[in-house]
């Protein structure tokens, strides 16, 4: 899968995430990995763990929490998933005082053995609430 800043590698485990080598792929990179650090402490049990990263090679791994709601659900049973989702973002205000900044359904993982919800994604993550693109769902 690639976006516009970096490439994901998807194992049956672990999540390879892979940077471009631009000022906004760098940029991207720096951003997710400082809130992995910043929640690292916290242990919220609704984000991936960080496995491990490479600064010089702009590349990240965590650990693989299911598959995202765009994949799954095709947006049916919107209500259902929407509260969800917002109770997710609530949550990381709540525990990091940082917003998501691209609440999307690709960016929700639902893990079906645990019945759980995880948020991915945080590279446009900030102390600030920003509509990049004007496709966020809440």
Known sequence: MTCNNSTIIINCNKIKKIYNN??????????????Y?????LNLNYVPKLI???HKELWIEISNVGIS????YYRKNKKHLN???????????KDTLMYHNDIRYKNICYNKL?????????????????????????
């Open 22 to 35: 631009s000022y906004h792929g760098r940029r991207a990179f720096l951003r997710e990995l400082f809130f």
């Open 37 to 41: 650090f910043r929640i690292n402490k």
């Open 52 to 54: 491990k990263f490479n």
């Open 69 to 72: 709601l765009d994949k799954l």
């Open 83 to 93: 509260h969800h989702i917002l109770e997710l973002h609530n949550k990381l205000k």
């Open 114 to 138: 645990e019945d759980k919800y995880y948020l991915i994604d945080f590279e446009r993550c900030n102390y600030n609430y920003n509509d990049y693109n004007h496709q966020n769902i809440l």
